[in-house]
């Protein structure tokens, strides 16, 4: 099994909602990653966790809130977000986030439009 | 600093030609080098990745690229494009040795026509 598993796969939401984005993956991988994608741009890095630990937050606004329950398992809070946050989301993972060699599984994304 | 120059935001080719996509990277350590794919509204799904092996490194769907450290360059081939190679492509780059943050190109998309 080497997928990455994310859902929903559309999700529509006004400014005042919660709601979240899940991601699962079941290959082992230590390291599991939240990525933003604007139209026609290369996704952009928001969030690592290794080992279920968040190592990394590139300066991502509050509105956005991960969590890692356990290592199979990412999620990502959303709450009172702008439009401009509309995007696709991306979840990946990687054996390793030390081990520069090895590579990313990506999900298939969700696409969040907010209204 | 690593970064990634892929040249050319849209490539044409017909049907059967030959794909060349551009990579050029910049890194101070020996990198790790991958291409990825992205079909429309689907995620990003790994062509190859060159760690420091083989240079010629071969991929899925028939891609292949090179690893040129003179040239700096990783540029991802196919001898013969099918209409369902239409895509969006990223390069990307990681680092050896330390932070491990995948660097991505601006993506180039490939169009092919019959």
């Known amino acids: 099994d080497t997928e990455v598993t994310q859902t929903p796969k559309h999700l529509v939401m006004g400014m005042t909602n919660k709601k979240s984005l899940k991601c699962e993956q079941h290959?082992?991988?230590?390291?599991m990653y939240w990525y933003k994608q604007k139209a026609k741009k290369p996704p952009e890095l928001m969030f690592v966790y290794s080992y279920e630990k968040l190592s990394i937050n590139e300066s991502v606004p509050s509105r956005f809130s991960p969590e890692c329950p356990n290592s199979s398992l990412l999620n990502l809070h959303l709450h009172a977000l702008q439009p401009e946050d509309s995007a696709l989301y991306l979840c990946?993972?990687?054996?390793?986030?030390?081990?520069?060699?090895?590579?990313?599984?990506f999900g298939q994304g969700t696409r969040l439009t907010v209204v | 600093a690593q970064s990634v120059t892929q040249l050319g935001s849209h490539v044409s080719v017909s049907e059967g030609a030959l794909v060349l996509l551009r990579c050029n990277y910049s890194?101070?350590?020996?990198?790790?080098l991958f291409w990825y794919v992205q079909y429309p509204n689907q995620g990003l799904q790994l062509l190859l990745k060159y760690t420091s092996a083989a240079t010629l490194v071969k991929g899925i769907n028939g891609f292949e690229a090179e690893f040129k450290k003179s040239e700096t360059s990783f540029h991802l081939t196919k001898p013969s494009a099918h209409m369902s190679d239409a895509a969006e492509y990223f390069c990307a780059v990681k680092a050896s040795g330390g932070y491990n943050k995948l660097i991505f190109g601006a993506g180039t998309r490939l169009a092919v026509h019959p």
């Open positions: 890194s101070s350590v020996p990198p790790y």
């Open positions: 290959m082992g991988h230590r390291a």
């Open positions: 990946a993972s990687s054996q390793s986030f030390v081990e520069a060699r090895t590579e990313a599984f």
